[in-house]
Structure formats: structure tokens, C-alpha cells
């Protein structure tokens, strides 16, 4: 389970990325962070994940305390920042072996693990070579595998299908359904609001540092009283604003 | 605005590090740059003394010409071999050659932006040797007014000509081979080829003083009228004219040749622009092309893969093979470690050898082993601190450091690794150094031996004080990973403190030889201090200090 409770954020002291942020995001559940450009979601993933630290407020993934605890918290989370330019310079293979060592993965697992992933995105070809020779689609699978190695309780993803093929795109849903139906928490950021509409549980919309939605699609669809469209909705929520 | 001007802005402001977020860090930054403009300051006194010193003498015999001519062609052949790489890096393999080849740029544009931007730079470089040169030359001289209207002329337009040869040979390597597809392999044999060019040049220039009969010099002193800085000036070519403006300095003669020169300057930016427009989208067109051909795992790898192994070790396995992999990385914090030996051997077999004999009987029989200890530490100050492995251990990260805040491992875990990696790379170098030096002299194992364990806390310091100095100073932002070591003030910072250091040690060994064992024991004793201080901030606030990083 991820809580953050009344998180602020800003930067230099003047811009609030982030403003008074409560939400929670259940395990077993797939939550939808969906926002215009600039909306604050990566600065909130950012915080989820320590890379930023926020300037007050609180964030618990599973009980713990980020802040008390951070490696116990991190060792929980699987991460896919949205750029996947990480490491170019290891073979694909060397990154999986760094993160399995990382997230302390042990032997006769990870072993098992990296077959299975990379079979199935179709990257057992490609272990040998250098990051830096793949194709964007191809970075961003290698971060995802190496994401997923620990099999970790809480999935934090941003924007995670941007350059992935449609047959590594259906299989990533697919695998996120799967393991929220196992119990896991996903929570993941994403502009495509045809697949936050298919696959979210719920969707959490953020404009301007606020939340200005956290619910199902069916209680969006009360909250405006019409059979619209997310895009739409999505839309005159973040234009009133 | 004319494109040229409005990409030379724009490449300029992107070169400069954009100041710190908060008011703190700027202040912090800034004096940072402070420290580090002074510390050059001994320098280039140091420089400026020399000259002065040189003057008269020279002068009593007319002579004084060649302090200019040796001067100026230094200046340039400087620039000329680090030129090459240099232009390589910033015109071919800078991550926004990607981003202006699709917009509407003529080639001559954008070579010319970045060849403007190179020049600026080089300005810099030329703060510390032309500089002081040619205004204590002015000083010395009594120069007038125009002395220095032509020097700042000769300033100004004296880089030019070797940062266009060496971006033509720049030019014509990336497009007329196709190394430009294996960018990191090519920049690694640029690198090493370039140390041995740089070696080859000072090699070379001691055989042709060594070859040069005596009766030469002897002829050239008594013409007198500076026939020496006519020698000096064949060096490097095109420098002649500039030497001539500044010696007739009184005269319209010298403007004439400052004249000349400025001519010949813009000629060789005219060939640069014809060649550049011909040439520079051959070799930038494909440059981020990665040639890489399938390969999976056989099953011995995969069963290699699945040994797990701990976090440090990982981290430490990862530092190695991005260093070892990264081009501008290894050769300033891998290479780096081990250029010592293989100097001492092109200046031990380039020598006189009548004059290494006499200095093995000197290190055989005059020299004790403390006074040798005491000098072995001041070299592995020296040595240590050259390298930028540790000062450079957070900004290598660059725009990727945001991995180190979320990845499971503590950060002094994260911070020991580097540390880890800058040791053993600094120890491996000495070793290496010891073991030629060992060869060289006929130094006795034993002696060898004491040497290494003694200059263990002094190859310690620059490593423990460069991650010091990087932890609050990191250059995170940049779009070449040539600026994150070549433009780190920690680096250059971290490299005048050893200096100074290791200076002072094998001063005291000079100084002190006849006083025992003390100077060298107090030497171990006060670094050994020195060290666990530095430690101990690293593992109680270093954490703190990297969280405080904004990623």
C-alpha cells in the first residue's frame, strides 16, 4: 500500500509542484496517475521513490516510513522512471546482474527470473550486447525486467509503456493485472488515457501540484452526471482549473 | 540574429554550468571557482618569475626574443594536440549534435558555433601559460602602448591556427573512416594514441635539442638580434609572424606582421569553413549510430549470471566498467594512473646516458631510505592526486544520478565503492611506478616494499579528499562526458592540494635528507591522521551529503 499524506513540494522555494497531496493507493489495486504536462506527477513518483525528498508531509509504502526507513522502503519497490537512458555503457545482461545484486535477488531466482523476463519480452538475444546498442523500446523493456527481478510488493512506473511495441505494451498490462490480482500495488503515471480507462482500478488526476480526482472511472463518470469519455472528462476537469 | 551567432549563444550558455538552484549553493559554487582561480595563482607566478629571471641574461646577448617563441609555440602545440580530442569530442560526439543536425544549419554554421565555443575555452587554457608570459615579457621590456594593443592581438588570434589544424585532422579522421560507428573504441585509441603523440612530441624535441650540435646554439647566441626565437618559432608552424610583431614592437613593422598574421589566421578559418562545409555532415551524419550485432547467452553465461553476489561488489563492478568503457573517463581517471611509468622510462631512454648513470649512483649509495620514503610519498601524492577517479565520482553520474537515491544501497555503501575504485586504480599506478623505478635503480625488494606500505595513507588523501570535494561540488549537468572530468573544479581543485602537498613532502626530502627518519615518519603519521579525519566525516555526514544532492 503507498500513502501519502498532505505531501508538499516546490522548487527554489516558489514553484509548488506539488501542493498538500493525500492519497492512497491500495494493494491489489491499479491506480492511474493521470495529469497535464507540469501536473506534478513525476515530482510525486520522484518522492515515492527518494529521489526527491519532500518539504513536508509523509509517505508510507506497506507502513514503513520513506524517510525512517529508506532502504527497507526502496528494497519494496520496483521502479521504471520514464527516461530508461540508465547505464547505456553495461551489456544487458550486466545491468540485470547489478540490480538482482542490488535488490539481493539470490542465485537459483534470479536466474530463473531473468529467463522467464527476458523470454518473454523477447530480450534473450540482446543479453550480450551494450545498452547503448538498443532502440528505445528495447532500453525500456531491459529497466522493466530489471525493475521486476525482486519481485517487488509495490510497482511504481512512469510511464511505463511510452516506446514499448504493441505485443510488449499487451504484455506489460497483462503482467500488471496479474500481480495486483496477487496483491501487489501498481501505481503508475501515464498520459495514454485509453489504458488508464481498460486497466486502472482507479485513476488519481493531478493538476498543478493538486488532486483534483481520486475514485474509479464509474464515480468521474457520477461526478459529471454523463457517459463521457475519460479523455473528456480528463479534459474539463484540468481546463477549469 | 544571424544563425551562426544566435548557436554560439546558445552552445555557449549550455557549456556553462547553470548556477545552483538556491542562494547557498551559488555562494558555495562560487567560491568554489574562487579557490580554484587563486590556487592557480603560484602558478602562474611561478611562470612570471621564470621569465623575469630569464630576461636579462638573454637580453645582455639579444636574445630575448626566444622567451616569446618558445612561449608561443608551446601555447600552440598545446593546443593543437589537445585540440584534437577536443574538437573531436565537442563537433562529433556532444549529445546536441543530434539535436541541431535536423535543423535548418548549414555545416559551416554549426562547425563554426562550436569551433567559436572551442576558442573560448582555449582563451582560458592561455590565461595560464601566454598570459603571464607576455605581460611580464611587457613589464621587463618597458614596453609601450602598443606592445600590448599588438600582445592582446597576438592573444586573441594565436590559438586560431592550431585549433584549425587540429579540427581539420579532427575532420578528416571522422569522415574517412568509419570509426565514427564504433564512437567509444575510437575515442579509447584516440586517447591512448594522444598520450603516446604528446610523449612522442616531448621525445622527440629531446633528440633534436640532443642532436643539435653545440656549435649551432653557440653560432645562433652570438648573431644575436633573437635568431634563437627564429629557431624557437620553427617548432610550431605560423607563430613567426606573431613573435615578429611583438619583438618590433616599436616600429611599423610590428603592426605589419601582427597584420600578416591576421591574415594568415583568417586564411586558415577560410579553409576551415570550406573544409568543414564539405566535410563535417560526412562524419556528424550516423555519429550515434551504435553498430552492435545480436548476441545471446550461452548457457555457461547464464549460469555466470546467476551468481548473486553483494552490493558493494556490485557497485564497485559497476564503477570499473563504466570507467574502463566510458572514453573520456578513462583516460582521465584510469589512464591517468598509469602514465607515470611509462614517462619515467621515455625520459630515462631519451636521457644522456652518462646522466641516468650518475643519478642511479645517486639513488644507490647517497640517498637514505627515509630521505627515499619521504620523496615516495610526495610521488604518491602527486600521482594520486592527478587522477580524477574520486573527484569525479559523483558527477560522472551526470543527468543519470537519480538511480543512486533509488536503488536499496545505502549511500555510504554507494560512496565507499567509488572510493574503493579511485584506491585501487591510484595504488595500481604506483605499484606500477615502483616496480619501473625498482627496475631502473636496482632498489632492494624490502625497500620497495616499505616504500608501498608507507605511501598507502598518501595514496589514500586525494582519494578520500576527492570524494570530499565532489559530494559538495558534484558537475552534475552536462552534454558531454568529457566536461564532467575535464570541467570539474573538483578535479583541478583536488589536484593543487595534492600537489602542494606532495611538493612539500619531497622538498622536506630534500631539504631535511640528513635528518633521519623523523620528517618521514611524522609525514606517515600526520596523513594517517589526516585520513581517518576524512573518513570519519565521510561515514558520519557523507550520507547526508548525497541525500542533500538534488537528483
Known amino acids: 500500500m503507498i500513502e501519502l499524506v498532505q ?8 514553484v509548488k509542484a506539488v501542493d498538500d497531496l493525500t492519497l492512497t493507493v491500495p494493494a491489489g489495486e491499479i491506480v492511474g496517475f493521470l495529469g497535464p504536462n507540469g501536473a506534478g506527477k513525476t515530482t510525486t513518483l520522484k518522492m515515492l521513490t527518494g529521489i526527491l525528498n519532500p518539504d513536508s508531509g509523509s509517505i508510507r509504502i506497506n507502513g514503513l516510513e520513506l524517510h525512517r526507513e529508506p532502504i527497507r522502503v526502496k528494497e519494496q519497490i520496483g521502479f521504471v522512471p520514464d527516461s530508461p537512458d540508465i547505464f547505456l555503457r553495461l551489456k544487458g545482461i550486466e545491468y540485470l546482474r547489478f540490480m538482482a545484486d542490488l535488490y539481493r535477488v539470490g542465485g537459483a531466482e534470479r536466474r530463473q527470473r531473468i529467463e522467464e523476463y527476458t523470454a518473454r519480452f523477447e530480450m534473450a538475444e540482446v543479453l550480450g550486447n551494450k545498452i547503448q546498442s538498443y532502440s ?18 509495490v510497482w511504481i512506473l512512469d510511464e511505463p509503456l511510452t516506446g514499448l511495441d504493441p505485443k510488449s505494451s499487451f504484455l506489460l498490462k497483462e503482467i500488471l493485472r496479474s500481480e495486483a490480482g496477487k496483491g501487489k500495488t501498481v501505481f503508475f503515471s501515464t498520459h495514454v488515457l485509453d489504458v488508464a480507462e481498460r486497466l486502472c482500478d482507479r485513476v488519481a488526476i493531478i493538476h498543478k501540484g493538486r488532486l483534483l480526482f481520486d475514485g474509479t472511472i464509474a464515480a468521474m463518470r457520477d461526478h459529471f452526471k454523463a457517459d463521457e469519455s475519460l479523455e473528456k472528462m480528463f479534459l474539463e476537469m484540468t481546463e477549469d482549473e | 540574429m544571424n544563425r551562426y551567432l544566435a548557436l554560439s549563444r546558445i552552445l555557449l550558455k549550455s557549456s556553462i554550468t547553470p548556477p545552483a538552484s538556491g542562494r547557498h549553493e551559488r555562494t558555495k559554487t562560487a567560491l568554489l571557482m574562487l579557490f580554484v582561480a587563486v590556487s592557480m595563482l603560484p602558478l602562474v607566478a611561478a611562470l612570471a618569475l621564470t621569465v623575469s629571471k630569464l630576461y636579462d641574461p638573454l637580453a645582455a646577448i639579444g636574445q630575448q626574443g626566444v622567451l616569446l617563441g618558445f612561449g608561443c609555440a608551446i601555447s600552440g602545440l598545446i593546443i593543437f594536440i589537445f585540440g584534437i580530442f577536443y574538437t573531436i569530442n565537442v563537433y562529433y560526439f556532444a549529445q546536441d549534435v543530434e539535436f541541431l543536425l535536423p535543423l535548418p544549419l548549414k555545416a559551416g554554421e554549426i562547425l563554426g558555433a562550436k569551433f567559436t565555443i572551442t576558442l573560448l575555452f582555449e582563451y582560458l587554457t592561455q590565461l595560464l601559460i601566454l598570459a603571464p608570459l607576455l605581460v611580464t615579457f611587457g613589464i621587463r621590456s618597458g614596453a609601450g602602448l602598443s606592445y600590448y594593443l599588438l600582445a592582446a592581438g597576438v592573444y586573441l588570434s594565436l590559438p586560431v591556427i592550431p585549433l584549425v589544424l587540429a579540427s581539420l585532422l579532427a575532420m578528416a579522421l571522422m569522415s574517412y573512416s568509419s570509426i565514427a560507428s564504433h564512437k567509444d573504441r575510437f575515442r579509447i585509441w584516440a586517447g591512448g594514441l ?3 603523440a604528446a610523449l612522442g612530441v616531448q621525445f622527440a624535441m629531446q633528440k633534436v635539442m640532443a642532436g643539435r650540435k653545440p656549435e649551432d646554439f653557440v653560432r645562433l647566441l652570438q648573431e644575436g638580434k633573437n635568431s634563437l626565437a627564429d629557431w624557437a618559432v620553427q617548432l610550431f608552424p605560423g607563430v613567426r609572424l606573431a613573435v615578429k610583431a611583438l619583438l618590433q614592437q616599436g616600429a611599423a613593422a610590428g603592426w605589419l606582421n601582427l597584420v600578416l598574421f591576421l591574415l594568415l589566421t583568417g586564411l586558415f578559418i577560410l579553409i576551415l569553413r570550406l573544409a568543414g562545409g564539405a566535410l563535417y555532415f560526412r562524419g556528424a551524419v550516423g555519429g550515434s549510430e551504435s553498430y552492435a550485432a545480436h548476441r545471446a547467452l550461452n548457457a555457461a553465461e547464464m549460469a555466470e549470471a546467476g551468481r548473486s553476489g553483494g552490493q558493494l561488489g556490485a557497485l564497485i563492478l559497476k564503477e570499473i566498467r563504466l570507467l574502463v568503457r566510458t572514453p573520456a573517463f578513462f583516460m582521465n581517471c584510469v589512464l591517468v594512473n598509469f602514465i607515470w611509468p611509462v614517462m619515467i622510462l621515455f625520459v630515462m631512454t631519451s636521457g644522456e646516458q652518462e646522466d641516468i648513470e650518475g643519478l642511479r649512483r645517486l639513488v644507490g649509495s647517497n640517498v637514505s631510505l627515509a630521505t627515499l620514503l619521504l620523496a615516495g610519498i610526495g610521488a604518491a601524492l602527486l600521482v594520486a592526486g592527478v587522477s580524477g577517479a574520486s573527484a569525479s565520482g559523483i558527477s560522472r553520474e551526470g543527468s543519470q544520478f537519480f538511480t543512486s537515491k533509488y536503488l536499496p544501497a545505502p549511500y555510504l555503501t554507494q560512496l565507499k565503492a567509488k572510493m574503493t575504485v579511485a584506491f585501487l586504480l591510484a595504488l595500481a ?16 625488494a624490502a625497500a620497495i616494499g616499505l616504500l608501498l606500505l608507507a605511501t598507502l595513507p598518501a595514496i589514500a588523501f586525494p582519494v578520500l579528499a576527492g570524494m570530499l570535494l565532489d559530494v559538495h561540488f558534484p558537475k552534475l549537468v552536462w552534454d558531454n562526458e568529457y566536461r564532467a572530468v575535464k570541467q570539474n573544479m573538483s578535479i583541478v581543485l583536488l589536484m593543487v592540494i595534492s600537489g602542494l602537498a606532495g611538493a612539500a613532502c619531497i ?8 635528518a633521519g627518519w623523523t620528517p618521514a615518519v611524522t609525514a606517515v603519521l600526520l596523513l594517517m591522521a589526516v585520513d581517518a579525519g576524512l573518513y570519519f566525516m565521510l561515514a558520519k555526514k557523507g550520507a547526508d551529503w548525497l541525500a542533500a544532492i538534488s537528483a
Open chain 1, 7 to 14: 505531501v508538499n513540494k516546490s522548487y527554489s522555494g516558489k
Open chain 1, 136 to 153: 528505445h523500446g528495447m532500453r525500456q523493456k531491459i529497466v522493466l525486467i530489471g525493475a521486476l527481478l525482486h519481485d517487488p510488493a
Open chain 2, 194 to 196: 594522444g598520450l603516446i
Open chain 2, 429 to 444: 599506478g604506483f605499484a606500477l611506478l615502483l616496480g619501473v623505478l625498482a627496475v631502473l635503480f636496482q632498489l632492494p
Open chain 2, 507 to 514: 622538498w622536506m626530502a630534500l631539504r631535511y635528507s640528513a
